[in-house]
Each structure stands twice: as structure tokens, then as C-alpha cells.
């Protein structure tokens, strides 16, 4: 037993820096049902420190066939800055069977790239349709796999558009300025939405980067220098104004007793949940008053008094971005800043702690099972 608590310990020793190696800086989500992705990159500097191989952006989906997973990846490279923007090389590829399958190439000029890959199942056959655009050229490429398609694959894999290295597991380097945003969609039935939850951080692919920190901030996540990990960057919220029951974020899809709205709802005795995998409902009814004595956006919303119906994490703009801020069962009046209030309700700040405290327990969770998890190169 010595021996394999002793052996045990040392892999976490071995494996540990191989981790922190470096991240999937980006915007990577999980737990809805789509049947496409779609992110818009905007470049604005990808300053890179000396000797780094070149970024990738990669839009990654894992999807099950016959029963196997296929990895999806569709793959902008930018390159050379030049007066009409970033000289930028396309990729498309799939995962499967033990092989990657790159199927196509193309260079295209811009700052600012729309990526979307769809795939749907027709007559035992999955239909993957990878597309780039520059707002003024758009490409395409179509694959078609035989085979019965099972679903999305979310446990130990993650959704979204994130940045690393270039091909075969390299790690870029991130250095000062460096500056990109993604604004990141789901589709289903047709429309696109926000996803109702955002991480950053999270190992989805073998390439990886370093010296990064994401946040979200005007319906973006922001990719800047800094020094971060796994970052859950929102989870969806709501705020009650007056009679009207507003969802966070902006242009998610939510179920009033299986009545499908966005953004905002009339309030009434009703069950509400976010459009995810989890069941997670409750009755909007008024619980919690947070009073301001000047209008306030509290989850994007612009008001003076806010109800919520549970404790809950709510997000505020501060220095351009969002940060969450849990409130308890408190009632707070009169308040002219939320960081004042939280800081000085002893009760709200112990739960936020505790809170925060529980989300790192989580992280290091998810760190134990990431490192024993089978990964795709």
C-alpha cells in the first residue's frame, strides 16, 4: 500500500509540470444541446515572446460516431501583419480512429474572422460543414462520415474557441499587448445563442499557450497577457426589475414552463430554467432586495432595486469587466457601491469566501481527473 501511495505521488510529481505547461486560453462552454458552433475573433495584437512558435485558434467540438469519438477542429493560424490585416492560414481536420485527417488549406487576409462548424445527421451519415469568413470572403469545406451519429461529447472535453500553439503540442508563449476577443455561439433549431456558461483554462486540445488571462466584457471574452489558469469566466444569473425577470447572459435561451424565451420574461408563477443539460429550475419569486441610491447595471441590466430569487453569483462591470459578486439572503439598502456593501456585510462576505474556497476544491477535482483523463493529441 506504501509502495502505490508512493507511486501514486510521484506521477501527480511528474505530471504536474507537464499541466502547467501551458493552457487553453479562450472561450470554451459545455452541457447544451447544438448541433453547431460559431465564434467571431477579432486580432488585435498577438505579440508573442522571443522564440515562441506561432498561436492557433482553434474551434474544437468532440463528437461520437458508431460509438468512437472524432475530434473536430477548425483552425485559423495568423501569421504576418500585414496593411489589410493578418495573413492567416485556414485548417480544417478531424480526429479519428487514431489519426488526424486534415482536409483543407487556404489563406485568407483580416483582423476580424467569423469560424463555424455545423454538422448534422442524415441517412447514417454526419455531415461536417466547416466555414471561415473575413466579413468579405467566405470559404468552405464539407466532410461526410458514414455511421450512426450518438451526440456531443461533453465529459472531459469542453466546447468553445480557444488559443495555443501550432500544431504538435506546442506550447506559445503569450507576451505584453497580446489582445484578442472571441464572442462565441451555439445553434439550435436554427438560431444561435450565448452559451449560458463560460470557462477558460480548461485542456481541450494537445497545443497550449502561456502567460494568458481571459475575462468577460461586452458580450466578449478578452484574451490578454497575464497569469491564470482554469478560469470559470460567467454562469448564468437572473434579476428581477419591477415585473419583468431578466436572464444573464445576454442572448442565452431560457424555459418558462417549457416556453422558450431570451433575455427577459414577464414575471409569473411559473418554473424557469436555463436551456442546459442540467436540471436545474426554480419559481422567480421576489427573495432578496439590493437597493442603490443611483442606477446600477447589475447583470447587464440598468435599475436603482433588484430582487432575486435565490442566492446567487450577479455581475458588474468593474474596470471594463465582468465580475461576479455573490449575495446572500441579505437585504442591502441604500448602497452606493457594490464592492462597499459586499466588504462590509460580514455575513455576504464569509459565504463569498466560502464560495470561493469551493470553487478551488472543484478546480484541483477537475485537475485530478484531467491529469488520468485519455486526451486527443
Known amino acids: 500500500m506504501i509502495f502505490v501511495k508512493a507511486l501514486l505521488l510521484l506521477t501527480l510529481i511528474v505530471f504536474i509540470p507537464v499541466f502547467h505547461a501551458g493552457f487553453n486560453y479562450g472561450y ?42 472524432i475530434f473536430v477542429q477548425n483552425v485559423i493560424q495568423p501569421m504576418m501583419l500585414t496593411k489589410n490585416g493578418y495573413d492567416t492560414q485556414w485548417e480544417t481536420s478531424i480526429y479519428y480512429n487514431g489519426s488526424y485527417y486534415e482536409y483543407f488549406y487556404s489563406s485568407i487576409v483580416g483582423r476580424t474572422f467569423n469560424i463555424t462548424t455545423i454538422w448534422t445527421n442524415t441517412s447514417n451519415m454526419l455531415r461536417i460543414e466547416f466555414f471561415i469568413s473575413n466579413t468579405t470572403l467566405t470559404l468552405n469545406k464539407t466532410c461526410v462520415l458514414k455511421g450512426k451519429f450518438i451526440g456531443i461529447v461533453y465529459s472531459g472535453y469542453d466546447t468553445g474557441t480557444v488559443i495555443g500553439g501550432y500544431g504538435n503540442g506546442a506550447v ?12 462565441e455561439y451555439y445553434r439550435y433549431n436554427k438560431n ?10 480548461i485542456p481541450s486540445t494537445g497545443e497550449s499557450a502561456t502567460n494568458g488571462y481571459a475575462y468577460f466584457s461586452n458580450g466578449k471574452v478578452w484574451i490578454t497577457y497575464g ?8 454562469n448564468f ?54 437597493n442603490f441610491n443611483n442606477y446600477t447595471e447589475v447583470d447587464c441590466v440598468n435599475g436603482k432595486s433588484f430582487y432575486l430569487p435565490y442566492p446567487e453569483v450577479v455581475y458588474f462591470y468593474k474596470n471594463g469587466k465582468c465580475v461576479g459578486e455573490f449575495i446572500g439572503a441579505i437585504v442591502i439598502h441604500n448602497v452606493t457601491k457594490i464592492t462597499t456593501s459586499i466588504t462590509h456585510q460580514s455575513s455576504v462576505n464569509l459565504v463569498y469566501k466560502a464560495i470561493r474556497i469551493g470553487s478551488i476544491g472543484i478546480l484541483f477535482v477537475i485537475l485530478i481527473i484531467l491529469l488520468f483523463r485519455k486526451k486527443y493529441p
Open 227 to 234: 497569469n491564470a489558469g482554469m478560469q470559470k469566466l460567467y
Open 192 to 201: 444561435w445563442y450565448v452559451p449560458p456558461v463560460a470557462y477558460s483554462g
Open 237 to 290: 444569473s437572473v434579476v428581477i426589475v419591477n415585473n419583468t425577470l431578466y436572464t444573464f447572459p445576454r442572448g442565452s435561451l431560457w424555459l418558462a414552463n417549457g416556453r422558450f424565451f431570451v433575455n427577459s420574461t414577464a414575471l409569473e408563477n411559473v418554473t424557469i430554467r436555463p436551456f442546459y443539460y442540467f436540471n436545474y429550475s426554480f419559481i422567480p419569486e421576489k427573495r432578496i432586495l439590493i
Open 28 to 69: 470554451e462552454f459545455g452541457y447544451v444541446e447544438t448541433n453547431g458552433i460559431q465564434a467571431i475573433v477579432n486580432l488585435y495584437n498577438i505579440s508573442l515572446q522571443l522564440g515562441s512558435p506561432d498561436i492557433s485558434i482553434q474551434e474544437n467540438v468532440c463528437l461520437n460516431l458508431n460509438g468512437s469519438n
Open 172 to 183: 506559445a508563449g503569450l507576451a505584453k499587448g497580446f489582445n484578442i476577443s472571441i464572442k
